[in-house]
Each structure stands twice: as structure tokens, then as C-alpha cells.
Nanobody, 124 residues
Framework: QVQLVESGGGLVQTGGSLRLSCAPS????????LGWFRQVRGKEREFVAAINWSGTFAIYADAVKGRFTISRDTAKNTMSLQMDSLKPEDTAAYYC?????????????????WGQGTQVTVSP
């Protein structure tokens, strides 16, 4: 079973930036799509961004389009989410996930491996 490990969360002021990273523990991402989701306690998990297996095509939720950038380094076997112009409504736990296919994929039911989550808090 692939385990994903996120890092890079923290506290930032409105308008600031954070970079989240994700890497598989003891395995590789292989030729799978990857994605980021976020969840506020008490609310449903929501899609943030996804990228295909080669890193050549990405899709974004409307709420983050133009502010967030997803990328992957196939040689280093890592994925990142660059978050700029952060807003208080971006506050959530962020999860990276591996898709069941080449991606990119929006639906969380099409992901079969998840990280433990990293908290992002944006202060007003």
C-alpha cells in the first residue's frame, strides 16, 4: 500500500504564499495522475487541483485558478502545490492523492492513495 507524505503547511497572512510538497513513502507515483484536495472540519472534502502522469496537463478548481499551481517532478518522484495570493477561505487541511489512472482526475472516488494531510491557515 502506497503511503503519501505531505509537507509545507503552516500559518500565513492574507496575500502570502505557501508551497506544499508530496512524496510517496517506499514507492513511486508511477504513471498515475496526482491531485490535491482540501477539507474544512465539518465540511465535505473538495477538489483543488490535479495533474496528469507526465506533468503536462493540469486542472484547477475555480476557487484557486490563477493563484495555485500544481506541478510534479517525475525524476525526483515528488509533487508540489504552489499557493499564492492566499485568502482566509483557503484555510483547510490539504491532502495529496494518487489517482487510479493517468489523470488528471477531479472525483475523489478515483483516487486510491492519500496522505495524512497538512494544515494551512490563512489569517485575515
Amino acid at each position: 500500500q502506497v503511503q503519501l507524505v505531505e509537507s509545507g503547511g503552516g500559518l500565513v497572512q492574507t496575500g502570502g504564499s505557501l508551497r506544499l510538497s508530496c512524496a510517496p513513502s517506499g514507492s513511486t507515483f508511477s504513471t498515475r495522475g496526482l491531485g490535491w484536495f482540501r477539507q474544512v472540519r465539518g465540511k465535505e472534502r473538495e477538489f483543488v487541483a490535479a495533474i496528469n502522469w507526465s506533468g503536462t496537463f493540469a486542472i484547477y478548481a475555480d476557487a484557486v485558478k490563477g493563484r495555485f499551481t500544481i506541478s510534479r517532478d517525475t525524476a525526483k518522484n515528488t509533487m508540489s502545490l504552489q499557493m499564492d495570493s492566499l485568502k482566509p477561505e483557503d484555510t483547510a487541511a490539504y491532502y495529496c492523492a494518487r489517482a487510479m489512472n493517468e489523470g488528471p482526475v477531479i472525483a475523489d472516488r478515483q483516487y486510491d492513495a492519500w496522505g495524512q494531510g497538512t494544515q494551512v491557515t490563512v489569517s485575515p
